[in-house]
């Protein structure tokens, strides 16, 4: 493990504090038979905060496990990596870029295509620039998912999703 990963496992924890006071604090906890809108916010940054440091822990276990082999055997050339794990060496970080924008995109065209185009949208562009899957996968992949959490929010979780503007013009 890295110093990096103790860097984000710091970070884990930091963000799960924040969200925990903000919750407590700012939103109305409430009680369990009637949960208010910080109720599930502030379970969240505790959870945060207890895998923060869990990962804190194993990553400083797992780097003294990795010293203690390496001081008796002579010819390991080891460094913060334990075996197994490639360095990230200049590469270009293509599905963390794809994916983040293609996030900001089905964020900015949510409310002005509605939940179902944006979705298939989304959905498509994932499969094709981020999972390079095949045609016939991807379409697959896209007409499910879209039309299985179109049915969880709306039937299971009774949410109003937006509705695409070309269908709510009526008879135009």
């Known amino acids: 493990m890295s110093k990096w990963e103790k860097f984000a496992s710091v970070i884990n924890i ?74 990230i ?21 949510f409310e002005r295509l509605g939940y179902l185009l944006s979705t298939l949208f989304f959905m498509l562009g994932w499969q094709i620039l981020v999972e390079r899957e095949k045609w016939i996968k991807t379409i697959a992949i896209t007409v499910l998912s879209a039309a299985t959490m179109y049915a969880v929010f709306r039937f299971l979780l009774h949410v109003q999703l937006p509705a695409c503007v070309w269908f709510s013009l ?3």
């Open 14 to 87: 930091a963000l799960g504090v924040f969200i925990a006071v903000y919750s407590y604090y700012y939103l109305k906890l409430g009680i369990m038979i009637s949960p208010g809108a910080g109720f599930l916010p502030f379970f969240l940054g505790i959870a945060l905060i207890v895998l923060g440091v869990l990962w804190f822990i194993t990553t400083g276990i797992s780097r003294v496990s990795a010293s203690k082999t390496s001081e008796g055997d002579s010819s390991c050339t080891c460094n913060d990596d334990l075996p197994g794990e490639t360095p």
């Open 89 to 109: 060496t200049g590469r270009f970080p293509r599905k963390l870029v794809f994916g983040l924008i293609l996030i900001v995109v089905y964020a900015w065209l």
């Open 170 to 172: 009526g008879g135009i």
